[in-house]
């Protein structure tokens, strides 16, 4: 939950005051001195909550980033944090998964196609060692799936495959796409759940969230991205 009131209280003093008219009227670089840990956290939340524009927070390791993606999320609200990860193995990951490569789609994705609101991204100063391809080539691979659109099961799996999806027969993590007769099984990066998309020759019958534990469908829904 975003704590509105500490921030209220906080952006009325003048160092923040200051802080936020400055970068309002694009007087940059701004040096601030002194602040650190979670006190510069609170200076970012209260800079996001006053102008309502977005943040990158840069950290000098993985671990300051994901730490402060915690702390500005209780500020501000989780829903308005993102985290960039570097490529390297992050402090939650082990060598032999790719988290972080899904959760810098999915990253990217928000950033792209979600509108609703400006985002506070936080990321390790490596993440911005690597080159990111163009957006209208990353934004090709962005599609959605309606009930009752049409496409051919086949092909989708080989536009997947070709945009770094993994085919199994069975999933089990983000990534990864299973086709089994009219049945295709995937799990974007973007999504928490993964989705059964049943097809009645090329058009789209039903899009359903299942649980990787169990294989059940949970629930319907009316598109899938």
């Known amino acids: 939950m975003a704590h509105s009131g500490l921030l209220e209280f906080f952006s009325n003093c003048n160092s923040a005051s200051r802080i936020t008219h400055a970068i309002s009227k694009e007087k940059t670089p701004i040096v601030l001195v002194g602040a650190s840990g979670y006190a510069r956290t609170v200076y970012a939340a209260s800079v996001y ?30 829903e308005c944090v993102l985290l960039f990860p570097a490529r390297e193995i992050m402090p939650f990951e082990t060598s032999d998964n790719q988290e972080a490569l899904w959760m810098r789609v999915s990253c990217l994705s928000k950033l792209l196609l979600d509108e609703s609101r400006p985002f506070a991204v936080v990321m390790p100063a490596t993440a911005l060692s690597r080159k990111l391809m163009e957006k209208e080539q990353f934004l090709e691979g962005c599609f959605r799936l309606h009930v009752g659109s049409r496409h051919f099961p086949d092909a989708l799996v080989r536009d997947l ?11 089990e993590r983000k990534g990864e796409v299973a086709l089994r007769g009219g049945i295709l099984d995937v799990f974007p990066p973007t999504a928490d759940n993964p989705y059964r998309i049943e097809f009645f020759d090329d058009e789209v019958d039903s899009i359903r969230c299942f649980e990787l534990a169990s294989q059940v469908s949970t629930h319907s829904v009316d598109e899938a991205l």
Do not use: C, M, W
């Open 49 to 78: 909550q006053r102008l309502k524009r977005p943040v990158v927070l840069v950290y000098s390791n993985s671990e300051d980033a994901v730490t402060s993606r915690r702390d500005l999320g209780d500020l501000i609200g989780h």
């Open 161 to 171: 495959v070709r945009f770094g999806y993994s085919r199994v027969s069975s999933i």
